[in-house]
């Protein structure tokens, strides 16, 4: 195969139409690989930012405690070279990232707001090394795939979704989804990304919005524009090629096991039966769950792991990746009972006592700790009816493209494309190919932040929030 073909931007239709599939023979065991670098749980993004590297520690230390090293190739990957982060990102934006330091900071002050540098992304100690470390993972996973080398990568310090090609944002320096994608791309001809992350994707959609080489589904919290990052309605479907190569599925907060599983189920298997992935990357951000200090949702570590459970039974190739996830000692229950889905291995419900950091995980010592929230399910049946049959129309166009505009149209879906037509006509006035209107909110506006201090420790007085 000359890899050329496959390269990003190449939009030939041919590539498309190829059959090529890449499914792992039927009933075979699924080979695993796991990547993690011993030092990408040392950093600090400062003590009262929210995300916390030392969930990737203690993540790791449970999925040791469990045994599940033994069941899988472990790897300790090579940090991205500077090449590597610019074959997404600019080249002065990474020469910015590898030279400012805390102590020099104020000699890079007015490329600040050029580049989003925030409260959300502030320059801390060793924030070029961070970026190059997980980005590392991630590349190092999608060349483990495309070698076939496994049949399923986890990087758990991946998934950064927010990233820009140009500028920092919502905790996210670099893309190293987006970095492992485009090379997934040299090598299959159609890469599905999924993301349940309670964010909306919008780094990664932006990426790929103008192509059908990647299709892009994300499942989020939307709040007309409130939420961070305030994109990821319904009707952003994609330009150009990339017309509806682009899915949105936006929620409220407070959606349940039962409501998230089974709308995810429905949506993503038309997703698959309409769009054939060569490949699938699946963003698992973890601030989906119930009790998280920014999300609102309140889903199980089990309903999240069963997304996860349903991607892997399909045997498509499949890179796993982390992402968002603000009570640590859940994140790390959560990715760790992923890994033993992926593993197929069931895990003892008592956390086991063999773990240097036990004690983060009391008061019930349990993988599956009650997540629920006393609030309601915002999300009433006939909304989520109404999301599914829009997400079931919009998918139709698949086969169809690009004969589109000669289908009858159903009338809420007309309305999903004179919006899409319309931010379009407003993107291309603004001469920008970002057709979703920036908007900077922090995240730190979130009410269910409560500012505690960075004590890397999850203390339980803090875990009920009051959201009366
Ligand atoms: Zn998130």
Not at 113 to 120: L, V
Not at 137 to 166: E, M, P, T, Y
Not at 443 to 449: A, I, S, V
Request: aromatic share 12%; proline share 4%.
């Amino acid at each position: 195969m000359n890899s050329s073909t496959f390269l990003p931007g190449n939009n030939d239709k041919t590539v498309r139409t190829q059959s090529t599939t890449f499914h792992i023979q039927p009933h075979s065991k699924q080979k695993v690989s796991y990547f993690h670098h011993k030092d990408v749980g040392n950093f600090h993004f400062g003590l009262q930012h929210p995300m916390k590297p030392h969930r990737l520690t203690l993540t790791n230390n449970l999925v040791l405690s469990y045994g599940l090293h033994k069941k899988m190739t472990v790897y300790c990957p090579p940090k991205a070279t500077d090449d590597e982060l610019m074959e997404f990102h600019e080249t002065d934006y990474i020469k910015f990232l590898k030279e400012v330091t805390p102590e020099n900071s104020e000699e890079f002050a007015e490329d600040f707001p050029k580049f989003n540098i925030s409260e959300d992304c502030p320059i801390f100690e060793g924030l070029y090394d961070f970026c190059q470390i997980y980005a590392g993972a991630s590349i190092g996973a999608a060349h483990q795939l495309a070698s076939d080398g496994a049949d399923i990568c986890i990087n758990w310090s991946g998934g950064l979704h927010h990233a820009k090609r140009f500028e920092a944002s919502g905790f996210c320096f670099v893309n190293d989804i987006v970095l492992a994608i485009q090379h997934l791309l040299r090598f299959y001809p159609r890469v599905l990304y999924i993301d349940i992350d309670i964010h909306h994707g919008d780094g990664v959609q932006e990426a790929f919005y103008a192509t059908d080489r990647v299709m892009t589904v994300s499942f989020h919290k939307y709040d007309s524009g409130s939420f961070f990052p305030g994109t990821g309605n319904i009707s952003e479907i994609g330009y150009g090629l990339g017309k509806f190569f682009c899915l949105n599925v936006p929620l409220k907060d407070g959606i349940d096991d039962d409501s998230y599983v089974s709308l995810f189920k429905d949506v993503i298997l038309d997703v698959r039966d309409h769009y054939q992935p060569s490949v699938i990357v699946l963003q698992c951000g973890a601030d989906s769950l119930g009790k998280d200090r920014l999300g609102g949702f309140n889903i199980s570590i089990k309903a999240h792991g069963e997304c996860v459970k349903f991607i892997k039974s399909w045997q498509i190739p499949l890179l796993v990746l982390g992402g968002g996830g603000y009570r640590i000692s859940n994140v790390a229950r959560c990715w760790t009972y992923e890994t033993g889905i992926l593993l197929d291995t069931e895990l003892q419900p008592e956390l086991p006592q063999k773990n240097h950091y036990y004690n983060f995980f009391g008061p019930d010592f349990s993988l599956h700790p009650p997540l629920v929230r006393k609030m309601d399910n915002l999300n009433t049946r006939s909304e989520l009816q109404k999301i599914s049959q829009q997400v079931h129309e919009l998918l139709r166009f698949l086969d169809g493209v690009p004969s589109v505009q000669m289908q009858e149209l159903p009338g809420d879906l007309q309305g999903i494309l004179d919006e899409s037509d319309e931010e379009l006509r407003d993107a291309r006035e603004d001469q920008t190919v970002d057709v979703r209107g920036r908007k900077r909110l922090m995240w730190h506006d979130n009410e269910y932040f409560d500012g505690d201090s960075d004590n890397d420790k999850d203390d339980d007085q803090n875990m009920d929030v009051d959201l009366s």
